[in-house]
C-alpha cells in the first residue's frame, strides 16, 4: 500500500447516463490540496453544496451506496470510490451536475480512465490508515463478514445464490493498484432477470441497459459484451465492498473475508471497524 497522500494533477471529465435515474450526468475530477479529503460537489444545485463520503452519511443501501450531507443527496457512489482505493487518491474533489454519476459500462473502469489521463500527484503527508490488531466479525442469517489482522488489504468473497444458473464462486485479491485495474476494475454490476420488473417499480434501474449490466436469466447470460472473467460476479461485489470500505475516510490494512455480502452489511463492517479503531 502507498504510504504517502495522494491526488490528481489535472482536472478530467466524463459523460454518460446514470444508472438509476437515468439522468444524463457529467463527473469531473478535480485536484484537491493534501489533508482536504474527498468531496462530492453538486454543481447543479445553487451554492454547489458538498457532500464527504463518509459511514455517518450513508443514508440507503438498496441497490446500491447513497450519501447525503444536509439534505442534499448522491446515489451509488461505490463504483467512483472503488476507483479511489484502487489507486490510493486521498484527496479529490468531485463535481457532478446530477444527483448520481455516470454508470458507464457499469464497472470501475470509467473512472480508472480519468484518473491515469489526470495523472497522480504524490504529496508528502501520510496517508490516513487503519491496521487491525484483532479479528472482527458480523453475521445475519447466511450473510457473514470477517476483517483479519493483515499487513496489506485483501478481500476474499464467496458468492453463492440459490436455485439460479449462476454457480457459486469464490475470489481473492491482495488490493494493488495493478490488481485492481487489471482484475478488479473492469467487473460489471449484475443483476437477475425476474428482478427487473420489481426495480423499475421502485423507480430504480432507469438507466440500466444490456450496456452497463450483465443480466442472469434462467441459463442464459445477457450482456452486449461476453462476460470479462469466467467470475465477474463475484469480483464485482469485491470492486462493491472496496468501495463501501472508503467510507471510513482512512485506508484500511486487513483480511476481509466476505460470504454473500452486499452493501447494507459492508457499511455494517465498516461501522464495526469504525466503532473500534477511528474514534
Excluded at 67 to 77: A, F, G, L, P
Excluded at 189 to 217: H, P, W
Excluded at 224 to 248: A, P, Q, S, T
Excluded at 253 to 267: E, L, P, Q, R
Aim: a negative charge; aromatic letters at 8%.
Amino acid at each position: 500500500m502507498i504510504d504517502n497522500q495522494r491526488t490528481i494533477k489535472k482536472a478530467v471529465t466524463y459523460e454518460g447516463f446514470a444508472l438509476h435515474t437515468g439522468d444524463k450526468a457529467k463527473i469531473t475530477f478535480r485536484p484537491a490540496p493534501e489533508n482536504s479529503g474527498v468531496k462530492f460537489v453538486r454543481i447543479d444545485i445553487e451554492g454547489s453544496p458538498s457532500v464527504t463520503p463518509c459511514l455517518e452519511n450513508v443514508v440507503s443501501v438498496a441497490r446500491g451506496t447513497t450519501i447525503s450531507e444536509n439534505k442534499i443527496k448522491v446515489h451509488t457512489v461505490e463504483h467512483v470510490l472503488a476507483s479511489l482505493t484502487g489507486f490510493g487518491i486521498d484527496n479529490l474533489i468531485i463535481e457532478m451536475n446530477a444527483s448520481e454519476p455516470p454508470v458507464g459500462d457499469g464497472s470501475s473502469l470509467p473512472f480508472v480512465d480519468m484518473i491515469k489521463a489526470a495523472g497522480i500527484q504524490e504529496y508528502l503527508s501520510p496517508k490516513k490508515i487503519v491496521t487491525l490488531t484483532s479479528p472482527l466479525w458480523i453475521q445475519e442469517n447466511s450473510v457473514s463478514l470477517v476483517a483479519l489482522p493483515c499487513d496489506v488489504f485483501q478481500v476474499s468473497f464467496v458468492l453463492s445464490y440459490k436455485n439460479t444458473f449462476l454457480k457459486d464462486q469464490y475470489q481473492s485479491f491482495v488490493i494493488t493498484q495493478d490488481t485492481f485495474e487489471k482484475e478488479i476494475a473492469p467487473s460489471r454490476t449484475f443483476g437477475f432477470y425476474d428482478e427487473v420488473e420489481d426495480l423499475m417499480k421502485r423507480e430504480l434501474i432507469k438507466g440500466g441497459s444490456l450496456d452497463n449490466a450483465v443480466v442472469i436469466l434462467d441459463e442464459a447470460i445477457l450482456s452486449k459484451e461476453r462476460l470479462r472473467f469466467d467470475d465477474e460476479c463475484v469480483r464485482h461485489k469485491i470492486l462493491d465492498i472496496m468501495g463501501d470500505m472508503f467510507l471510513l475516510g482512512s485506508f484500511v490494512k486487513c483480511h476481509i473475508i466476505a460470504i454473500k455480502s452486499g452493501h447494507d452489511m459492508n457499511v455494517k463492517l465498516a461501522k464495526e471497524i469504525e466503532s473500534q479503531y477511528c474514534r
